[in-house]
């Protein structure tokens, strides 16, 4: 089996991939088995993928990201899109952008990696692939902001309001998932292109930032990030 692409589903994506008329699929992988669902997208093959799986059940730091790198890997993907729901640090930019991100600072501590048994280092001058990041940047329908710099971090609480101030100077955005996704997918040989979607303020910058709020924001934004990942899929 070999697909054209992946779309890799965050909060009030996930769910929405799940509901795409397909194949589910099944893919063992070291890591455990991956979950998705097979579809066209025009001409083109894609293997969607829950993030945080059905219901949104499991948290950002909990996520399977290296069984999902390996599972797109054995299906023969070359290039993954993902959207990831992120608090802006800057009031310049509000809920409601869309942002494709060119580089990454990974605060997680996860430390993950396909070659824990091996020395390899991965080269990441571009942290994001060019070729992903131009196909989410193709949409007409939408207006998407090119560049800036994702944080990564743990989770699953929010950042403090002084935090905030602090990343601030580093970044542009800040969120719990992609950092992750975008190592193991990069040690996996498969090209990156994330779409963040501003849900909130940072923590200090505006309103409460909760969880029910975000998940609020992005049912009205999903899907219209389901469109651009899409379309990206049929600019490859």
């Known amino acids: 089996m070999k697909l054209d692409a992946a779309i890799i589903g965050g909060t009030g994506v996930g769910n929405l991939l799940a509901q795409e008329p397909g194949r589910a699929i099944h893919i063992p992988t070291r890591y455990g088995v991956v979950r998705g669902r097979l579809i066209s997208i025009g001409s083109k093959s894609a293997l969607l993928l829950n993030r945080h799986s059905a219901g949104h059940s499991v948290p950002p730091h909990k996520v399977n ?10 299906v023969g993907v070359g290039i993954c899109f993902a959207t990831a729901a992120v608090g802006s640090l800057s009031v310049a930019r509000p809920v409601g952008t869309y942002v494709a ?4 600072l990974d605060l997680s501590g996860r430390n993950l990696t396909l070659y824990d048994d091996q020395v390899v280092h991965t080269p990441f001058a571009q942290p994001f692939g060019p070729r992903a990041r131009a196909a989410i940047l193709s949409s007409n329908e939408f207006k998407i902001e090119d560049g800036g710099t994702y944080l990564g971090l743990n989770g699953p609480r929010f950042e403090t309001p002084h935090e905030i101030q602090m990343l601030a100077a580093i970044g542009d955005v800040v969120g719990m998932t992609a950092a992750s996704e ?31 709020l ?10 219209q990030a389901v469109k651009i990942l899409k379309s990206a899929v049929e600019a490859v």
């Open 182 to 212: 975008a190592i193991l997918m990069k040690e996996a040989g498969i090209e990156y292109g994330l779409l963040a979607v501003v849900t909130n303020l940072g923590e200090g910058l505006g309103g409460p930032v909760e969880h029910d």
């Open 214 to 223: 975000v998940g609020d924001v992005m049912l009205s934004l999903g899907p």
């Open 65 to 74: 990201y290296r069984g999902m790198a390996m599972a797109l890997q054995q």
């Open 101 to 104: 991100c060119a580089d990454f």
